[in-house]
């Protein structure tokens, strides 16, 4: 796990220089490969999929980043309930996303929750 941890990282310092494509599937590798090592809702793998999502969503790939955002913040509502920090980033994330699509009633719904 702790290789494919240096895999995300890598695919960050990719993202972080414009190399979209080699970043994207950096990540992609990391993430089937942490799905068998670690689980689909293990802690690294949701956070190499969020990692993804924002790489997707900087590239205006918003359908690909709302999908991986729900991913993300389903597993981790699972693995850390609601209203831990890492599940909150991630809903915010995915309601900007959903804003970005233009779907301004699922986002004010997420954005509610969140403060409810």
Known sequence: ??????????ARARASKGEVEAAAALYESAIARLEVAAGADAMDTLNAVEGLAQLRRQQAELAAAS??????????KATLGEKHAYT???????????????????????????VA
């Open 88 to 114: 909150l980033g991630a809903t915010h994330s995915l309601a900007a996303v959903c804003a970005e699509r233009g779907d301004a009633a699922a986002a004010i719904g997420m954005l509610e929750a969140l």
């Open 1 to 10: 796990v702790d290789t494919l941890n240096l895999t995300v990282l890598l």
């Open 67 to 76: 999908m991986l955002f729900a991913r993300a913040v389903e597993g981790y």
